[in-house]
Protein backbone atom coordinates (compact mmCIF):
# COMPACT_ATOMS: atom_id res chain seq x y z
CA UNK A 1 0.00 0.00 0.00
CA UNK A 2 1.48 2.86 -1.16
CA UNK A 3 1.38 5.54 1.44
CA UNK A 4 3.44 8.61 0.10
CA UNK A 5 3.85 9.34 -3.44
CA UNK A 6 6.69 11.83 -5.35
CA UNK A 7 6.14 13.82 -8.11
CA UNK A 8 8.19 16.81 -9.72
CA UNK A 9 11.78 15.45 -10.13
CA UNK A 10 13.84 15.66 -13.37
CA UNK A 11 16.94 17.36 -14.93
CA UNK A 12 17.46 21.20 -14.74
CA UNK A 13 20.15 23.07 -15.33
CA UNK A 14 21.92 25.31 -12.91
CA UNK A 15 20.11 28.19 -11.71
CA UNK A 16 16.96 26.39 -12.74
CA UNK A 17 13.97 25.64 -10.51
CA UNK A 18 11.81 22.43 -9.90
CA UNK A 19 9.05 21.76 -7.51
CA UNK A 20 8.36 18.63 -5.52
CA UNK A 21 4.97 17.00 -4.90
CA UNK A 22 4.25 14.43 -2.18
CA UNK A 23 0.72 13.18 -1.98
CA UNK A 24 0.09 11.15 1.40
CA UNK A 25 -2.48 9.01 1.77
CA UNK A 26 -2.16 8.71 5.47
CA UNK A 27 -4.91 9.40 8.59
CA UNK A 28 -4.78 12.81 10.14
CA UNK A 29 -2.55 14.02 7.86
CA UNK A 30 -3.48 17.68 8.59
CA UNK A 31 -1.78 17.11 12.00
CA UNK A 32 1.29 15.34 10.82
CA UNK A 33 4.97 16.56 10.34
CA UNK A 34 6.22 16.03 7.06
CA UNK A 35 9.27 16.56 5.49
CA UNK A 36 11.57 16.18 2.75
CA UNK A 37 15.41 14.40 2.92
CA UNK A 38 17.78 13.57 0.19
CA UNK A 39 20.37 11.26 -0.59
CA UNK A 40 23.54 11.67 -3.44
CA UNK A 41 25.22 8.73 -4.49
CA UNK A 42 28.18 7.70 -1.74
CA UNK A 43 26.63 10.08 1.24
CA UNK A 44 23.93 9.57 4.07
CA UNK A 45 20.58 10.86 3.50
CA UNK A 46 19.80 14.42 4.47
CA UNK A 47 16.99 16.57 6.05
CA UNK A 48 16.30 19.22 3.65
CA UNK A 49 13.49 20.92 5.14
CA UNK A 50 10.47 20.08 7.42
CA UNK A 51 6.93 21.39 8.30
CA UNK A 52 4.39 20.66 11.08
CA UNK A 53 0.42 20.97 10.81
CA UNK A 54 0.75 24.76 12.21
CA UNK A 55 2.70 25.48 9.02
CA UNK A 56 5.72 25.89 11.09
CA UNK A 57 9.01 25.01 9.16
CA UNK A 58 12.70 24.24 9.47
CA UNK A 59 15.40 24.27 6.53
CA UNK A 60 18.63 22.99 6.01
CA UNK A 61 21.53 25.82 6.51
CA UNK A 62 22.61 24.10 2.62
CA UNK A 63 19.49 25.03 1.17
CA UNK A 64 18.39 28.31 3.34
CA UNK A 65 17.15 30.85 1.02
CA UNK A 66 16.55 28.34 -1.77
CA UNK A 67 14.24 25.71 -0.88
CA UNK A 68 10.77 26.36 0.47
CA UNK A 69 8.08 23.43 1.86
CA UNK A 70 4.67 24.17 1.90
CA UNK A 71 1.95 21.92 2.38
CA UNK A 72 -2.00 21.50 1.37
CA UNK A 73 -4.17 20.05 3.91
CA UNK A 74 -6.84 20.12 1.42
CA UNK A 75 -4.73 18.31 -1.15
CA UNK A 76 -3.37 16.40 1.15
CA UNK A 77 -0.08 17.24 -0.19
CA UNK A 78 3.26 18.48 0.44
CA UNK A 79 5.51 20.11 -1.87
CA UNK A 80 9.36 21.62 -1.78
CA UNK A 81 9.77 24.88 -4.15
CA UNK A 82 13.27 24.48 -5.31
CA UNK A 83 14.74 27.66 -7.07
CA UNK A 84 18.45 28.25 -7.55
CA UNK A 85 19.41 24.97 -8.20
CA UNK A 86 23.10 23.91 -8.05
CA UNK A 87 24.72 20.85 -8.97
CA UNK A 88 25.28 19.55 -5.44
CA UNK A 89 21.76 19.15 -5.26
CA UNK A 90 21.91 16.27 -7.30
CA UNK A 91 20.27 13.88 -5.69
CA UNK A 92 17.21 11.31 -5.24
CA UNK A 93 14.86 13.14 -2.81
CA UNK A 94 12.23 11.68 -0.65
CA UNK A 95 9.45 13.17 0.93
CA UNK A 96 8.36 11.56 4.67
CA UNK A 97 5.89 11.81 7.30
CA UNK A 98 6.49 11.10 11.25
CA UNK A 99 4.06 9.42 13.49
CA UNK A 100 1.24 11.66 14.28
CA UNK A 101 2.06 11.44 17.96
CA UNK A 102 5.28 13.23 17.42
CA UNK A 103 4.90 16.86 16.08
CA UNK A 104 7.97 18.59 16.61
CA UNK A 105 9.89 19.89 13.55
CA UNK A 106 13.12 17.55 12.70
CA UNK A 107 15.54 16.34 10.32
CA UNK A 108 17.28 13.37 11.66
CA UNK A 109 15.59 10.43 9.56
CA UNK A 110 15.29 8.35 12.41
CA UNK A 111 12.22 10.81 13.45
CA UNK A 112 10.52 9.83 10.29
CA UNK A 113 8.08 6.09 9.83
CA UNK A 114 6.61 6.50 6.55
CA UNK A 115 8.61 7.09 3.26
CA UNK A 116 7.86 7.55 0.12
CA UNK A 117 10.16 5.56 -3.01
CA UNK A 118 11.57 8.73 -4.12
CA UNK A 119 12.01 11.04 -6.87
CA UNK A 120 15.55 11.70 -9.23
CA UNK A 121 16.51 15.55 -9.37
CA UNK A 122 19.83 15.98 -11.47
CA UNK A 123 20.92 19.75 -12.13
CA UNK A 124 23.88 20.05 -14.47
CA UNK A 125 26.88 22.83 -14.29
Known amino acids: QVRLQESGGGSVQSGGSLRLSCEDS????????MAWFRQAPGKEREGVAT???????MTASSVKGRFTISRDNARKTHYLQMSNLKPEDTAIYYC???????????????????WGQGTQVTVSS
Open 96 to 114: AARNYFFTTLALSPSAYIY
Open 51 to 57: IDGDGNT
Open 26 to 33: LPSFSSRT
